[in-house]
Every structure is written in C-alpha cells, then in structure tokens.
C-alpha cells in the first residue's frame, strides 16, 4: 500500500464563500524561528546585565523585570504588532495567524504564549512537540488553546497585484441568467485568488 505525502494545505471559507489557503509550518522551522528569538532575547539580557551590573541590587532588580517583560511580552508584541510575526519568523518566512487566518489578536497572543509554560513540560518543550506531532495542523497546547495557526508567508513582491485601470461599461448584450452565473462565478474565482494572496503577503 503507498503512503501519502503529508499534506500541509490549509484552507478556510470565508462568510462571503471564498475559499482561502495557506501553507501550514511544521515543527522543524518553528523550533528554528525560536531558537533564533531565544538567542535573541539572551543577547539583549546579557547586554544589560553587563550595564546594569554596576548599579548593584538595584541593577538586578532592574534585570529581573526585563527578564520578565522580554520571556512573557517580546512574542506577544511583535506577533501583534508586526503582523503574527516574530524575528526569528520573520527570518523564516513564517507567521502566526488565528486558525480563519485573520490576523491574530492580543487576546490569543497572550494565550498561546502564556501556555508555553505548559508546552515546556515534562522538560525542554517535548509536550508541545509532541502534540504538534500528534495533530495534522501542528498545534501546540498554546496554539490549541488560543486558536491559532502557523502558516508560511509569501515574500511581498511575489504577492504584489496589479490592477490595470479600466473603465466600466454596460454590456451592449442582454446577459442570459447561465450568462450572468458564469460571469459572477468567474469574478469569485479572481477575488478568492487575490484575497489568497494579499493574506499569505501583507498580513
């Protein structure tokens, strides 16, 4: 018996009835794009530990609360504010979006990044790899939890469009009803195409 390709599609209908799709990330890049923003978030710790060392206790006050801010809001401010993605996604080519891949919210961000807590279990991240592993759509506990999903994103020259300017004029034919159908149904086509696009570029 052959065994399938993994497939990694993802789509959703919009309330309008147009289909939208995406490329689901799988575990390897996701561990790849935290590994860069851990390293990146170490870096900074250490630079201020190295200048606030001199202020004494008070500098180490001051660095436990960077710590803090930086492990629990550092996700959740760039994921919100810079469109789902991270530097270490950002890098990649990935982005987290809610699971009807609209742009995700504070409200989901804080989840999904809160539960990491729990994700880490029993040692190293292994519950949430597991469970990545064990759902078709890669979710981790937070991910599950919060609703959402991490998508590759299409660089945003391959999803630029370009609509010529074109004047609208009334057909000089009387359109059949089929007619009418075929010509709605062409013009849904164009636009689910063009949503697709804009979504995976310039979220």
């Known amino acids: 018996m052959t065994r399938g390709l993994l497939d990694t599609r993802y789509g959703v209908e919009t309330p309008e009835g147009i289909d ?17 923003d851990l390293f990146a978030r170490t870096g900074v710790i250490v630079a201020f530990a190295i200048v606030l060392g001199i202020l004494g206790k008070a500098g180490n006050g001051f660095l436990l609360i960077l710590v803090f801010l930086l492990e629990w809001f550092y ?5 919100v504010l810079r469109g789902g993605q991270t530097p270490g996604k950002q890098v990649l080519g990935l982005a987290v979006v ?13 989840v999904r990044n809160i539960l990491r807590a729990a994700d880490f279990l029993p040692l190293l991240y292994m519950g949430g790899l597991i469970c990545m592993l ?21 660089p945003q020259q391959q999803s630029e469009l370009t609509l010529p300017a074109i004047i609208a004029r009334p057909s000089h034919v009387a359109l059949e009803l089929e007619d009418q159908v075929a010509i709605i149904d062409h ?4 636009l689910q195409q063009s949503m697709t696009s ?5 979220r």
Request: hydrophobic share 45%.
């Open 134 to 154: 064990l759902n078709g759509q890669f979710r981790r506990l937070g991910d599950l939890a919060a609703g959402t999903i991490v998508i590759y994103r299409l």
């Open 187 to 190: 013009g849904k086509l164009l």
């Open 20 to 36: 939208l799709e995406s490329q689901l990330a799988g575990p390897v890049p996701r561990i790849l794009a935290y590994s860069i």
């Open 98 to 110: 809610n699971d009807d891949l609209t742009p995700i919210s504070w409200n989901a961000s804080l």
């Open 75 to 79: 996700p959740v401010a760039f994921e």
């Open 198 to 202: 804009l979504l995976q570029g310039h």
